[in-house]
T-cell receptor
Framework: DSGVTQTPKHLITATGQRVTLRCSPR?????VYWYQQSLDQGLQFLIQ???????AKGNILERFSAQQFPDLHSELNLSSLELGDSALYFC????????????????FGPGTRLLVL | DQQVKQNSPSLSVQEGRISILNCDYT??????FLWYKKYPAEGPTFLIS?????DKNEDGRFTVFLNKSAKHLSLHIVPSQPGDSAVYFC?????????????FGQGTRLTINP
């Protein structure tokens, strides 16, 4: 157990709908990351927050948005869903936003499996 | 544009032998490389990392080798154990001030046979 929790575990919805995925980081971690893993693909970085502030953005679609709240939990909002958005969405957390002399270890949650029908 | 590639989707190794997982990258600016391990229904777990200024890092049974001229890294597991059966992802970090945006490969499924 990494200490990162994600809800819900599974989500089935229809095209055109909007969903919200939730992530609670490990106790003490200030940085949160979101990744998307489509079938047979590696993890694609979506976005990083640190203490409520956006720090880095990947190829996140305009239909997707995220935020980190004062209690440090984060939500990823996916709207106007398409079939191709079906994927595993992972949240990860770390203490600092980036490593100093080393890479900052990211701790991953178990993921939310989204199926768009 | 796949900046980090793991060309072998799967690998099967006998228990007790060496497992070698490979990864190639295209961006010479990456400053750190990491390996993550993933079991079914779980998130990836950090395994080992290496700085771009080193060519080897060892942690117990796991050793990562970096060949910068070839833009290639490999993970060696010796000896391989049944619990090592998992999907292994290599990842690379572009140097971004105050942020960490990892670029992952597609993963290699390692199966250790008894």
């Amino acid at each position: 157990d990494s200490g990162v929790t994600q809800t819900p575990k599974h989500l089935i919805t229809a095209t055109g709908q909007r969903v919200t995925l939730r992530c609670s980081p490990r106790s003490g971690d200030l940085s949160v990351y979101w990744y998307q893993q489509s079938l047979d693909q590696g993890l694609q970085f979506l976005i990083q927050y640190y203490n409520g502030e956006e720090r880095a953005k990947g190829n996140i679609l305009e239909r997707f948005s995220a935020q980190q709240f004062p209690d440090l939990h984060s939500e990823l909002n996916l709207s106007s869903l398409e079939l191709g958005d079906s994927a595993l969405y992972f949240c990860a957390s770390s203490v600092a936003p980036a490593g100093g002399l080393g890479a900052e270890t990211q701790y991953f949650g178990p993921g939310t499996r989204l199926l768009v029908l | 544009d796949q900046q980090v590639k793991q060309n072998s989707p799967s690998l099967s190794v006998q228990e007790g032998r060496i497992s070698i997982l490979n990864c190639d990258y295209t961006n010479s600016m990456f400053d750190y490389f990491l390996w993550y391990k993933k079991y079914p229904a779980e998130g990836p777990t950090f395994l080992i990392s290496i700085s771009s200024i080193k060519d080897k890092n060892e942690d117990g049974r796991f050793t990562v080798f970096l060949n910068k001229s070839a833009k290639h890294l490999s993970l060696h597991i010796v000896p391989s154990q049944p619990g090592d059966s998992a999907v292994y992802f290599c990842a690379a970090r572009p140097p971004i001030q105050g942020a960490q945006k990892l670029v992952f490969g597609q993963g290699t499924r390692l199966t250790i046979n008894p």
